[in-house]
């Protein structure tokens, strides 16, 4: 069956750059999520949307970090004027039940980013 | 808040057995499992619910002592497909928190035929 997909997987980018992640969810969940994830560390909690309403973006580490679901499926994370820091894999995850509900995430395979 | 994983690494022979806890400061709501190879997206392996009981799933099982705020998962006769990173993901419960999950640093797990 279909699970998350994350396009591109790898992406390089030159400081100061703009760049645009994307994540398919798994068809039907509510609940989309975007993490961050340094070499040899966890996943850290980036953003969440219930279908199109973006409920929590308490870990987005600064304002050049954009999210959307425009319409509750597809989602993107837009990063502008990269920088170094910003290197490291960005993973998609959806669940099926909305806020309130304990449920698996179902993480995508991820885009590796690299600022230069 | 981030929950401390123990060991950091371990190296076992096929069959061996293993045991990662997770521990946590701040009061639990569920404890979420996941091993991730290489370069691989997270896998799923099992919640643990406060108030719940232990699970299992073939020789893979956890418990979760909602006393101690800790979280253990055992890998029983080990197999090579065992190897990879084991990540505790902890849920404080929505209200108030952030909605994702709060990974620990995770557990290198090194299987040798």
């Known amino acids: 069956g279909a699970g998350v997909s994350q396009s591109p997987r790898y992406k390089v980018a030159k400081r100061g750059q703009d760049v645009a992640l994307r994540c398919d969810p798994i068809s039907g969940h509510v609940s989309l999520f975007w993490y961050q994830q340094a070499l040899g560390q966890g996943p850290e909690f980036l953003t969440y949307?219930?279908?199109?309403?973006?409920?929590?973006k308490s870990g987005l580490p600064s304002d050049r970090f954009f999210a959307e679901r425009p319409e509750g499926s597809v989602s993107t994370l837009k990063i502008q004027r990269t920088q170094q820091e910003d290197s490291a894999v960005y993973l998609c995850?959806?669940?099926?039940?909305?806020?309130?509900?304990?449920?698996?995430?179902?993480f995508g395979p991820g885009t590796r980013l690299t600022v230069l | 808040q981030q929950p401390v994983q123990s060991p950091q690494a371990v190296i076992l022979r096929e069959g061996e057995d293993a045991v990662i806890n997770c521990s946590s400061s701040?009061?639990?709501?569920?404890v979420h499992w996941y091993r991730q190879k290489h370069g691989e997206a997270p896998v799923f392996l099992m919640i643990l619910l406060k108030g719940g009981e232990q699970k299992g799933h073939e020789k893979i099982s956890a418990s979760f002592n909602e006393k101690k705020q800790q979280s253990s998962l055992y890998l029983t006769a080990s197999q090579l497909s065992y190897s990879g990173t084991y990540f505790c993901?902890?849920?404080?419960?929505?209200?108030?928190?952030?909605?994702?999950?709060?990974f620990g640093k995770g557990t290198h797990l090194i299987i040798q035929p």
């Open positions: 995850a959806s669940s099926h039940q909305g806020r309130g509900w304990t449920d698996t995430q179902y």
């Open positions: 993901g902890t849920e404080f419960g929505w209200v108030g928190g952030a909605d994702g999950l709060t």
């Open positions: 949307f219930q279908n199109e309403a973006q409920l929590d």
């Open positions: 701040k009061a639990l709501y569920s």
